[in-house]
């Protein structure tokens, strides 16, 4: 049986230095939910520094949600620095499939070699060449309809891709898992899917992608179980889900975690 809480563990004990490249919308919250589950983040997007930056951060996120022209050739030297240093990244496809130039982006930055892509299921399909039926930023597709899509980006591309839902599906081409944490209000709150992002490039550092993707996914749900307790809505869950991050224990994560085989 797998010790999942020793991936948040590591993760806290590494204090990563993560360079998010995202959008408008989720700087302060991601900003905010990388503090309290215990790594450092830094929002640096400039197109002067986001390569030197990337020389020096632990990882990398990038997030197309509100991508314009500047922040895409910040997006591509800091995807190309982390790619030559070997600093793990994340791609977070936002709306990929929505216009020809999110898909122009997101299909540019795959081709940079991404350790992980994280979507939902359109936005996985999209990537995947299959056709999608998103709806701007949101999934209209379920996360079971993009598993074959997600096997084969995976083989194509060679990250390991996670498809988030419901119920989560992360997969390198060859070994799938799926994750059940989570609870109905987290979509609820803009921003907490972009910052599941950050949490699993935190994840990423040192530790194998495969399991460590599985774990920061399984960490960030149990989290929400825990925050939805106490909440009377989405605006008192917001808060309680960031107390959750900190709260959580990798005893908690490690009986709290709801992962099987796919």
């Known amino acids: 049986m797998t010790d999942w809480g020793c991936y948040l563990s590591t993760m806290r004990a590494t204090a990563p230095l993560v360079q998010n490249i995202t959008n408008y919308v989720a700087m302060n919250v991601m900003a905010n939910v990388l503090l309290a589950s215990g790594a450092s983040p830094a ?8 390569s030197d930056f990337a020389g020096l951060a632990q990882a990398l996120t990038i997030n197309i949600g509100t991508a314009s022209g500047p922040w ?12 030559a240093k070997g600093t793990p990244w994340v791609l977070d496809p936002v709306a990929a499939g929505a216009t020809a130039f999110r898909r122009e982006t997101s299909n540019r930055l795959v081709a940079l070699k991404p350790t992980v892509i994280r979507g939902n299921a359109s936005e996985i399909l999209a990537l995947s060449g299959a056709a999608a039926q998103g709806k701007g930023a949101d999934a209209a597709d379920d996360v079971h309809m993009a598993e074959d899509g997600a096997r084969a ?16 599906f992360v997969t390198d081409g060859d070994t799938a898992w799926r994750i059940a944490n989570g609870h109905p209000l987290m979509p609820k709150v803009t921003a907490l899917g972009c910052s599941l992002t950050g949490v699993v ?15 920061a996914l399984a960490y960030f749900g ?7 307790k106490g909440a009377k809505g989405p605006g008192s869950f917001a808060v309680a889900f960031i107390d959750a991050l900190h709260n959580l224990t990798p005893e908690d994560l490690s009986h709290g975690a709801k992962v099987r085989p796919a």
């Open 43 to 50: 929002m640096a997007h400039a197109v002067e520094e986001a």
């Open 72 to 83: 895409i050739a910040s997006m591509w030297a800091a995807a190309e620095t982390a790619r």
């Open 153 to 168: 980006l995976a083989r194509s591309s060679g990250a390991v891709v996670a498809v988030t839902g419901p119920e989560d």
């Open 201 to 215: 490039g935190a994840f990423l550092v040192g530790q194998p992608r495969l399991e460590a993707t599985v774990a």
């Open 222 to 228: 149990l989290a929400g179980e825990r925050a939805a």
